[in-house]
């Protein structure tokens, strides 16, 4: 089936590009070009000519042919350039459809190339991850991936336990044969090492989720510390209220906020603070929840005044990692800072007066482990997940179970590799993967 599909954005222009690819893309465009002959072109040349419906002259565009397998795809595709507005575009789709083109479902063109052996799995997935990058960070990890990085490290573990499962089999099946034996404490040694760098590996999700979705960032401290100020000065524009009086920033209210290559997701909450009032000490049992199941606490303390219970009880709070801002730094200083305990870093910040070059240099890419070459998604990380899983049961279980019995245990964390790139995977997988996609890519 030859599919079309508009690839790029459904709005006004410079250049709109309609792609169509299958065994009958060259053919489909000839119906409807009047210039070059597709069918006629050398692969990776280009024609400029006229799209007409045969009685009406349409738009003058540019057709590119790309013949298979040297094709995004994998078959031959015919790329027309045209002008890149919304009816023109959709006209000349309409028209590829009236000459024997389907619509292509989202997603379905990368599919085609996946599924023709154009790339890997985890490749397919790393387009849509260059799509939607918005940083330096995102996209050079999600470069990584497309270029076939994550697929070359796990195809080498694969490799690893394709080898170790033959060994053991050889073994067992011709024990009377002169094949030299593997021992106990070999296979051990290989699984455990297999385990250690799939780990490496399965690490790298936690950064890919923050890089993906933003750094979940509680800013917490009593009330009247200069919080909302300080959400303000690191947003830029004036989004909470501000007020001299104790307590006013009841409410969790979120930003997303980049600084550098780090996005802040920020929840500016209630100030913790020891108090009778019900209103407030709702917003404070929130704040302490919601710091916990935060990347980050950004814990706000007033330099103008003496380090009193509540700062103490702000130095418990609990969270992955943890910065100390010591704001009002203009003003004289009362607080004794040798008392904050608990903290990844401490810093000095006056947020009135837009003092915050200490915090946003400290979040500014260094927050982010730049060391990890991976974004690794949810699919992937169930994948190594259930890898590492049977590899460790089989690792403890050498010695205590039959080599038979390591083999079948062994054989489901190949499959689950198998299923990471893509090798043997079920339809249903691939279907779900590529749903995801935009139509046209
Ligand atoms: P919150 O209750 O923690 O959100 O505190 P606010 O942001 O509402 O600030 C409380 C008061 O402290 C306001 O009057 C701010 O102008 C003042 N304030 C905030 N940051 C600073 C600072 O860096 N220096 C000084 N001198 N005052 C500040």
Redesign the pocket.
Known sequence: MTIAAVSTPRAAGGIAVIRISGEDALGIAEKIFDGKRPTQMQGYTCAYGRITDGTEVIDDAVVTVFRAPHSYTGEDVCEISCHGGIYVSERILSLLYENGASPAAAGEFTERAFLNGKMDLTSAEAVMDMISAQGRAYLRKAENVKSGHLYRRIAGYRDRLVTLLGNISAWIDYPEEDIPGISDSEIISELSDIESGLSAISRSYYNSQLIRNGIDTVII??????????M?ALAGCDR?????V????RDIIEESIRIGETVLRIA?TA?IRDTEDIVENAGIERAIERAKRADLVIA?FDN?LPFTDEDEKICGVECEKRIACV?????EGKFDESRLHGFDSVIH?????G?ISELEKLLSGEFIETADEFLINERQKKCLDRAQACIAEARGSVGNITLDAINIVLDDALSALLELTGERVSDTVVSEVFSHFCVGK
């Open positions: 401290g009593k009330p009247n510390v200069g919080k909302s100020t300080l303000n909470s209220i501000v007020t001299s104790p307590g006013t920033t500016d100030g706000v103008s704001n009002k730094s203009d003003e910040i006056s947020a009135k007066n003092d």
